[in-house]
């Protein structure tokens, strides 16, 4: 790679990383969910040995497509998530302890740490990497309740930890499976690629939740973050590959690879298919985005229609974001135009 192609690459991460501070005011009416995401010292060892991951990364990897799925718009009012990484491992002697238990200890770790610190979450949930845990464990219908509401799930997965997770979490705040669905709901008893979104039975018990005082807190500042429309963003086809599956590579079969990616073991030749995530490098300065590998500018023009979508009266916040959007469509057009021509 020449010296413009780094140049053109490093000006595109600036611009990102710009994006995921910037701040819209914009009113919407949203339900903030704040969640404190722990993991343990099973997590750190195994996306330290196995994947080659740093294990905060990975954590920020599994609370972004989390945020993602929480905050589907098929849910009415849309759930604004904000993540709290805590630095604490959760570790403990565990040897002969039952699930009910782990996740009781659990509940009173995170109760306790919120009682000492400045910071308050509505709900906890620990990834942990010990396998011989089931893959999700929670307390039906505990959300309003201090003492449970926490939910810990196995992560060794790039693609199915984050879904695990919310479907636990929602279990958490009373909802049921959708049994007799036939659509790829978030909430399908049976997973698969494809996810949607939530159904209306979803949306039946979220409309008695959501109108709880008791358990959220309205809050009208929503935070515009890039990495919340691009959860993958920070991987490529075959990264996500290698940390979600464990498989070294990304074949070639699937035709597109930005709605179903097919990802192979160079040891014993298996394959396995999983879905993308949106944000997923599939070509230089292209992104999956809604099932396609597109260019940055393109998805960012979308993003600004949908913030202008949204907004249900004229405010300061929209027109800045509105402002800095273009600006960034301006530099990448810039960009792509400099790579060409290097």
Same mark, same amino acid.
């Given at each position: ?219 009208? /500042?929503? =935070? ?5 429309? $691009? %959860? #993958?963003? @920070?991987? *490529? ?6 940390? !979600? ?22 040891? /014993?030749? =298996? ?5 993308? $995530? %949106? #944000?997923? @490098?599939? *070509? ?6 809604? !099932? ?51």
């Amino acid at each position: 790679m020449g010296l413009g192609k780094w140049t053109a690459l490093s000006i595109t991460l600036v611009i990102l990383s710009i994006s995921s501070t910037l701040v819209d005011s914009r009113k919407q009416d949203k339900v903030t969910l704040t969640i404190a995401v722990y993991r343990d010292q099973a997590y750190v060892d195994y996306f330290n040995s196995v994947n080659n991951l740093d294990d905060l990364e990975a954590l920020k990897i599994h609370s972004s497509a989390m945020k993602y799925f929480l905050g589907s718009d098929s849910l009415e009012p849309q759930i604004d998530v904000q993540f709290i990484i805590r630095d604490t491992l959760f570790t403990f002697e565990e040897y002969g302890i039952s699930t009910d238990t782990f996740l009781t200890i659990f509940n009173d770790f995170h109760n306790t740490e919120m009682k000492s610190s400045s910071a308050k979450w509505d709900h906890a949930i620990l990834l942990t990497g010990n396998g011989s845990k089931p893959e999700g464990l929670t307390n039906f219908g505990g959300f309003c309740n201090v003492n449970t509401s926490g939910t810990v799930v196995k992560a060794e997965s790039l693609h199915i930890t984050p879904l695990m997770g919310v479907r636990y979490i929602a279990r958490n705040m009373g909802m049921e499976w959708d049994i007799q669905s036939t659509d790829n709901y978030i909430m399908k008893q049976e997973l698969g690629p494809g996810i949607s979104g939530w159904s209306k039975k979803s949306q039946t018990f979220w409309d008695k939740l959501s109108n709880n005082k008791e358990c959220f807190k309205r809050d009208l /500042t929503v =935070e515009f973050n890039l990495l919340n429309y $691009l %959860p #993958g963003f @920070r991987t *490529d086809l075959n990264q996500q590959s290698a940390l !979600g599956t464990a498989f070294t590579y990304r074949t070639n079969e699937s035709s597109s690879p930005c709605q179903e990616l097919i990802c192979g073991n160079s040891t /014993t030749k =298996e394959t396995t298919t999983v879905a993308s $995530l %949106p #944000g997923i @490098r599939c *070509d230089k300065f292209k992104y999956c985005w809604r !099932g396609d590998c597109r260019s940055l500018t393109n998805i960012l023009h979308e993003i600004n229609e949908k913030l202008v979508d949204t907004t249900t009266q004229p405010l300061p916040g929209p027109t800045l974001i509105q402002a800095i959007l273009k600006i960034f469509i301006k530099i990448t057009r810039f960009i792509n135009f400099f790579y060409n021509r290097s």
